[in-house]
């Protein structure tokens, strides 16, 4: 699929006279439209509902938003648990699916109302002790072994840390009702960044099933069933974008085969995506500043691996354009960098690309999840301003970029200490 930059050269030029390059923006009207679309794909299910993964795009603007399209969020820390909260998130509407969880975050997580998601089955005993159990619980299933979709191995559970085994998750069913449980969740993760329709319907038939027997084995009442996240975005061109309403039809289907015809047809279907939500919907802005040539080609871009780290870190690929160059013929091969003292600090290597000149504007594609919330400070390098393309066409910034100042700000009062 022909991927095409929601701002044209003229928009960007005119951005930049107010926000200078790196910048993340997102685009509002198209966050929406999807949105409502998954809740379209899942409109059958009456009590579906989307808990927008935090950790993707961390910034309240874009939870509002969310928000205002009926999601709730879905947090694995303190921080994002508070995030949700002042965002004006309340329970039913807050997940918290936390794995390695600190005793305090049980007792936070409680006390704003979040459904606790357990990882393991010795957070019984720290939950009891934290906070009590509540009424409304929810444990994380792992199959182990590998997860396969007909015939080709997506992941790896048995190798994923998350969850419990199928003998923990039913132990765990029975002592959280002795200890006055009354409400149950299951929920499992398989696959990450999948572009398969059939994702969400083979983990949903999995999850199905596994309800069936622990209602069946244990006597407890199974409420909701959450297929958290996991459906993904094609980063490449040559990628199909998912079908959400034919993921949501696939479910549908497999949730009358299995569910309906056991007397569980009021279990509500929970999602927790965040790459599907968000990461076509935000790209990060970039100047080219510097070209070498030497044994290659290289680009310097003003962005680095500090505003989106996946390149780095997974060797992911991020489309990207050069604004005003789209029609241009790709006859350059080019390795486009970031500054920082890492040799992985490459937004594309040997990409072809229209001829960059210095003070060109470069988009790189889907950075709306998982982009500059991955972001660090290494070298010293500050993370960039977020900015919110509106419905009208304004521009607004969501979040300013951050100062040295707020790179030294753990480190005020210990200057002294060094003379
Ligand atoms: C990361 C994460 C998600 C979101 O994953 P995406 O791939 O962005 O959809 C959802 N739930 C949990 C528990 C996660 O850790």
């Known amino acids: 699929m022909l991927k095409i930059p929601f701002i044209t050269k003229e928009k960007a030029e005119e951005i930049i006279k107010t926000y200078p390059t790196p910048f993340h923006i997102y685009d509002e ?8 679309k998954l ?35 879905d947090c694995s820390s303190y921080s994002e648990l508070l995030m949700s909260k002042k965002c004006g998130f309340k329970n039913p509407d807050i997940m918290f699916s936390s794995n390695d969880t600190p005793f305090e975050e049980f007792q936070y997580a409680n006390e704003v109302g979040a459904i606790i998601n357990l990882d393991d089955i010795t957070h019984i005993d720290m939950l009891k002790d934290a906070c009590g159990i509540p009424e409304t619980i929810c444990c994380r299933f792992n199959p182990g072994g590998k997860f396969s979709i007909s015939t080709t191995i997506m992941d790896n559970p048995g190798d994923a840390k998350y969850g419990m085994t199928r003998e923990q998750i039913k132990e765990a069913f029975i002592r959280l009702k002795e200890l006055g449980a009354k409400n149950f969740g299951i929920h499992s993760f398989l696959a990450s960044n999948t572009v398969s329709n059939e994702y969400y319907p083979t983990l949903a038939g999995i999850l199905f099933k596994l309800a069936v027997e622990l209602k069946n084995e244990t006597g407890v009442d199974i409420k909701f069933i959450n297929l958290s996240g996991g459906v993904g975005v094609p980063y490449t061109p040559d990628k199909e974008p998912n079908d959400i309403l034919v993921i949501g039809e696939g479910v549908r289907k497999v949730y009358e085969e299995i569910l309906v015809p056991n007397g569980m047809g009021d279990v509500s279907i929970y999602t927790e995506l965040g790459r599907f939500m968000l990461a076509p919907y935000g790209q990060l802005v970039t100047t080219a ?8 080609e290289y680009i310097g871009v003003d962005a680095c691996a500090v505003n989106l780290m996946r390149p780095a870190m997974y060797g992911a690929y991020h489309h990207i354009t050069v604004l005003g160059k789209e029609n241009a013929p790709c006859d350059h091969v080019y390795d486009v960098t970031g500054s920082l003292c890492e040799n992985n600090d ?36 500050l993370k960039s301003a977020e900015l919110l393309l509106r419905e009208d066409g304004s521009v607004v910034e969501i979040r300013r970029p951050e100062t040295v100042e707020d790179y030294f700000a753990t480190l005020d009062g210990y200057w002294n200490v060094i003379e």
């Open 289 to 296: 500043i510097h070209e070498k040539h030497i044994y290659k």
């Open 29 to 36: 009207k198209a966050i929406r439209e999807n949105a409502r």
């Open 346 to 381: 490459k937004f594309a290597i040997d990409r072809k690309l229209p001829k960059i000149d210095m003070g060109d504007i470069l988009v790189i594609h889907d950075t709306g999840a998982h982009g500059f919330a991955m972001g660090y400070n290494y070298n010293g390098k």
């Open 39 to 73: 809740k379209q794909a899942f409109s059958w299910n009456k009590g579906f509902k989307e808990f927008f993964a935090v950790k993707a795009t961390p910034n309240p603007t874009i939870l509002k938003i969310l928000k205002e399209e009926g999601c709730g969020t």
